[in-house]
C-alpha cells in the first residue's frame, strides 16, 4: 500500500470539507429545514465519528474517545451499532457547538495522523481509510446539496457564495447510435474503466457481463429551454405522460416547475441556486428533477431513460477519456452548457437518472459488520443516477459510480439524459 | 376470432364473480376497513363498468348508459377517462346499492351478449373483450382478498366459507441446478409457454433474451414451520438481515410475523383465513408477507429471492408441464403442501415474491388510449412476484405472469422462493 | 313512581327509534363516512346496550346476555366499563347484521318488559329506565344527523325520505330588553321550568344563582339571508372578525359557507338536506355553523352571543309558554321561520350556540360508576347549546337542557342567537 | 404621563432581555425543536418588532425601518399586518444573525429613545410604550420556558446556568375559608389591586361584579411529593380521575409524569431544568403539568381547581401584601416550597391553574387596530392561569393578571391551587 498517498488524500478530504463550511456561520451550520437535509455541523461531526469508530477505536492503541455522547449523535444509520438520534432532530443540536465540532475534527485527525503513520498494518485497515475519505467526500456533496435545500426555507434566501455562472450554448441534442451484445459493466480493480483513481464502492461490483440491445444515447443532458417547452406544453398539468404515483405527486404536492424555480411576476423564471436567485439559463442542464418527472420528460420527448448497463457502456465506449468535467473543483456548483460536439458532460453538471432500479450486481457480498451498511441497505426504492454533478468533488465519480435516490426526491442535483 | 370461445369466457367469468359474491350479504359487500381493499359491491360494478366504457359505449350501437354516475363511481385510476371517486371513501357507498349493481351487471350483459353476437366486428374489439375477462378474474382475486382484509378488522372475525384446509407433509427443501446462458424470456404469441390459453397482458412482453448465471432454485416455497424458525431465531427483533427501510417498517408497525398470524395465550400460532381463524400449518407455505420481510428471511436463511428470470427460465425448463396447481378452482382459498418431490407449486398456493423491481420489459409500449393505463402506469416501486396463488382464478395465471405490489404491502397471499 | 308511565315512554321511545331506522336499507345502515357519524346500526344497538348493562345485566334475575361481544362492539366511551371498539371503525362491522341488530332490540325489549313489570324495586332503578330513554332520544338526533353526514359523503346525495320544507317569513330582527340581577338557573326537581316533562340530565343542575347583567336578546334566530349577507361582506375573506383559531381553521378547511351548502354554476346556493339538494331558504334560521363562525357572524353584526345562562333567563322570562316547535314529531328535519312577532323558535328549529364554555354548575357531583360518565366527563372544549333542532324528539328538550359540542365541529343543526 | 418613568421602564425591560440571552451561544439562540417554542433570537427581534411597528413606524419622524423583511420574519400572529412567517419555521433563519438582531435591537432602541424624548405627544402613545414593555416582559418569560424546551431535546442536556436551587420544607397543606356573595374583580384603573404597577392588559377589565358561593382554599400549591403520591397510587393508569379528552392524551402520549421528568434506574426522579437535571426536589411546588393533570390530581384529591374568580378574591382578602414571591429577579428560575404558613406562593414559583375557561369579562372591548388583536383573539379553547411563576419579570404579575393556555400544552410553568 502506499501510505504517503493516503496520507495526502487524508489530509486533502479533511481541509476539502473544512473549505466547504468556511462561508458559513455558526448558526448557518445548525439548521435542518427538512430531514433529508442535515445541519453543515453533523456532516462535518459525522464524518470523522466515522474515522473515529471504523479505524481510531479498533486499531489506534491508546485512543481516547473525544466525547462518548458523539457516537450517538453522530451516527447516521448504521444500526449494528446501538441507537442513535433521531435523524429530523439534528438540527436542534446546539451544543456541541461548531468550535466543539471543530475540536473533534482535530482530535480525529491527530489520532488518524498517528494511525496512518505508525498503525496502518493491514490492507483491510488501508481499505478502511481510503473509504473513511470517499465517505467524507460524499458529505462534501451532500453538505453543498443540504445547505441549499435548508437556505431554500429562509424568506430571506441568503447565497452561499459570491460566484456567478458562466454561460455557454448547448447546441442542439444529437445522438450517438451504441451497438448492443454482451458487454461488461461494473468495476474490477484489476482493469479500472477510465476516470477513476482506483477505488470503487462496493455497489459497483463484481464486474459481470449483461446483454444490452442496439441504442441510441443523447449527446449531452437536457437543458432548460427544452424542460421550458415541456411546461410550456402542459408538462405538469396533464396525466398523460406520467406514472401513476408520479402524477399524484404532482396533484399533492403543486408541482409546476423543478424544485428552486419561481416564475416572477414578470413571467421570466428564476432559480434558488448557491449564489442566491438568479434567472434560469435556458442552455444550462436542467436539475432538481425527481425521477417521476425525468420519466415523464422523456415519454413526452418520445424517448426514453436509459439504463445504468447503457449508460455505462456507452460512456465507456463512446465518451473518450471524460475530462474533468464541472465538478466541485471549479467551484461554480451550478451546471453549465457544454457548447462541444459529440458524447459530453458524462461526468459533472448534473447526475443522470437512469431507468434502473438500485439493485445489487449479480453476486454482490456487503462487507461484513457495520460497515457493510453502507450500500446494500438501501436497495429498496430507489432509482440509479449516473455521473457526478457540479457539486460533486473533483475524482470523485467515475464511469462506474451507482449513485441512488427515492423516485420522488427532488433535493439532489439531478438531471437526465436520453435514449431511444 | 372464435367468438363462441369469446361468448363461453364471458359467461363463465361473469357468473364465477357473482358465485364468489353469493357467500357475502348486502353489508358484508359494501365495507372497506383500509384503503386497498375495496367493497366487494365495488368489484362487481368496476369489472361491468369496464366492458360498458371500452366496448359497449364506443361499439354497440344504441347502447343506454346504465346510469351516468356510475362512471365516476366505479372508474379506478383511468386518468384518461376523467374525475372518479375518491379510492378511500368507496366504503361510503350504501347506494347504488348491492340490488341495483345487480341490475347493472345484468344490465352491461345484456348489451354484451349483443354486441358479441352481432357486433364483435374487429380483432381489436375482440381483444378487449378477452381482457375484459382476464381483467375481471384479477379482480376475483382481488374480491377474496379484500374481503378476507375487510373482515379481519372486524373483531368477531366472521368467515367467509366454512372449508377447511386439508393438510399434507411439505417435505424438506431441496434444490434444483439451472444452467444459465442466454435465454429468452417472456410472452411471445407465436409460442406460448406451458400453462396459458394464448392470452397475456402486455407487460409480459415483448418476448426477448437476458442473459442468465447459473443458478439454484429451491424445490418449493418456503413453509410456515421453516418461517416460525425465523420468527423463533429473533428474525424480528434484530436489524441485522433486514433492508434499512425494511426494519423501519418492522419498528413502527410492531410487525412480528406474517399478516393475520396470532400468538394466543397458550403460546400457539393461529392465523385468520376465509374459514375464520385457525392453526397455523406447519408444512403449508407461508402467506402474507411484504417483500422485505421476504428478502430478510432469505438472508438469513442464506439464500436470495430469484429474479423473475430465473424463476421463469427455471418453472419453464425444470417444472415440467405444471399441473393446474391449488387455485381458485379448489375452493379452498388457503396454500397447502405439495407432498411430491422435484419442482412444484409453481402455480398456485402462494404468489411468490422475486428480487426484480417491476420494470418494462425492452421495446414495451402500453395500447393508446385509456386501456394503455392498465400496467405501464405502475412500474415504479413495485417488486414482481410470479405464479398465483390460493385465490387466483383457475387458468388464469401462466409461467410468463407479473404480478406486482409494494414492497412493504401484506394483505396479498405472497410467499418465497429461495435462491442461490 | 309511575311504572305504567316509564313503561310507556320506554316502547314509544323504542319504537320511535325503529321508526326513524325504516327508510334505511341495511346497506345504509352500516356506513360511518367520518368518525363522529357512528352508523345507524350501531346507535339502533348502542342504545340496547345501555338497557342491557345499566339496567338487565345487575338487576333482572336470569337476564341472560344477548351476545358478550356486543359489550365489546357498542360501548361508546364508558371506560369505567372496559374496552370498547374503536370509535372510528363501526363502519366495518358488516356483521353482527341488520337482522341481529334487530333481534338484540326485541331481545332486551322482552327483558326490560320483564324488569318494568316485576322488578322495578327502586327509584334508583325506575331513574335509570328513564334515564335510558332519554339516552336513546339523544341517540335519535344523533341517527338523523349522522346519517345527513353519511350520505353527504356519496356523490349521488341519497335523500333519507321526500318531504318538503314548508316556507314562511322571517320578519325582521327585533330585540327584548331582559333585566339582569341576581337570578336562579338550572335544574330543579322540585320546581321545574316551563316545558320539561320533570326530567333532567345531571348536568342541568344544581339550581343555583347567578348575577346577570341587563341585556338585549334577539327575538329570532338568524336567518339563512342574514347569513349571505356576511357571506357576501367577505365574512370568510377577512381575519378581522375572526378568533384566532377560529380564522385558522377556515385557512385551512377552505370554508366559505356553512356545511353542506353549495354555490351552484349559475350563482344559486343550495343546502343538501334529509330531502336531498335543495334551494337555500333565506328566510329559514342558518344552521351547521360552528361556534367560531357564529362567534364571528355575531362580531360582524356588532352584536355577541349571549351566555347559556343569559338565554335561560330570557327564555323563561320572556318566552312564555313555549310552543311546542319544529322539532322531530312535525317530521321535516329542517328549520323554518316563524312568521310571528316576540320571542320565539326558542325551542326546536336550531341549536342556538351561547358564549359559555361547558363546564360543572357549582356543586355538580356525577352520578356513581360508569353511568357517571355520561356527561361530567366531557367537560373540556366545549360550547353550550340551548333550544334543541328540528332532529330533536318532541318533549326531549328544556329550557334548562345543555348541549354541547366543540367549537369546530359542524354536523350538529347548530344556528345562533345574538345579544347585546 | 410621567415620561422619565416610561423611559426607565424601557431601558431596563431591554436590558433586561438582553441579560437573559447572554448565557446563550448564537447556536443556542437559533433552536426552535418544537412549534410552542420559539428560538431566542426570534423573541428578541419580535419584540423590537412590536415597537418599530406600533410606535416607531407611525410616530417617529423619519424613522427608517431597519429591514422590510423583518415585519414577514417576526411579526407573530398580527393577521391584521399582512402575511407573516410560518411559526414553525423559526428555527430555519440562520439569517438574519444574532449580531443583525443585536443590531436591529439597537436601531430600535435609539429611535425609541428618540421618540419618548421628543415625540410622546399622547396618552395613547405612552399607553403602547408601556403595553410593549409588558409584551417584552411577556416574552421574557417565554424565553426561559422556551429554551429549556428547546433544550429538552438535545441528549446532552444543556444547562442554561449553574444555580442551585435552594430547598425548604413545604409544611402541610392548610385551607383557608373564604366568605362568597357579590364581590368585585378585575383591574379598574382608579382602585388597583395589591401588587400592580398601575398597568393592566385589556383582558383584566372591565372591573365587574360576580357571584360566589363559601368556598376553601388551598393555602399553597400541589407539591411535587403530593403529586409523586397520586402517581403511585394510580393517577396515571385509571381513567376514573380524568376528563374523557385527558385520558385520551395520557394514553395517547404516554404520559406517566409531569413534562421533563423521569425515573432514573435506580428508582430516583429527576427532572430537567435550567440548571440541567437535578433530583426532584418533593417540597417544591409541582409544575410542567397540564390543565387535564392538574383536574385529574384534584379530583383524586377529593378536591377541585378553584374558579379565576375564587383565586382573585381570596387573594385580595386573604393573601395580605403579597410578598415579592419567587419570581424571575431571583435568578433561580425554579420553584421552591415556602416555609411560612398561611395563603402563601400566591405569586410566582408556579402559575396556577384555575377551572375557569378564558373568555371575555361583561364588556369587554379589545382595542381597535392590529394591537387589538393581543389577547381576545385567543378566547377560545384555553384556560385561565393566575400568579405567576419563577420565569416570570418581577412586578410583571399581579392578582388581576390572566394567563392561558390550552388545556393539553405542558411546556409552560403550571402547578395548581386547590379547592372545595
Redesign the interface.
Known sequence: MDVQAIEGAYEATRTQTERLAAPL????Q????MDDASPTKWHRAHTSWFFETFLLQPSLPGYQVFDP?FA??FNS?Y??LGER?TRS?R????????SEVRAYREHVDSGMQKLLENHLDTEALADLAILGCHHEQQHQELLLMDIKA?FA????E?AYHDVATPHADAGPLTWTSVDGG?VEVGFDQAQPTPAGDGFAFDNEGPR????L?DYELADRPVTNGEWLEFMQDGGYSS??H??????GTVEAQGWTAPEYWRQEEDGRWTVFTHAGRVDVDLDAPVQHVS??EADAYAHWAGARLPTEHEWEHAAVTHGGAPSSGNTAGRGIFAPTADPSTGMRQLLGDVWEWT???Y?AY??FVPAPGAVG?YNG?????QYVLRGGCSLTPDRHTRLTYRNFFP?LTRWQASGLPLAR
Open positions: 456561520s455558526a448558526e448557518d445548525g439548521i435542518q429545514a455522547m450517538f449523535l444509520y444500526v449494528g438520534h432532530n438540527g436542534f443540536i446546539s451544543r456541541p457547538s461548531v435548508n426555507w429562509n424568506p430571506v441568503p454482451i459481470h457481463e449483461v446483454l440491445r396525466p398523460s406520467w406514472l401513476s404515483h408520479g402524477w425521477f417521476v431507468a434502473s432500479p439493485t449479480p453476486g451498511e441497505k438501501f436497495m429498496l426504492d423516485a
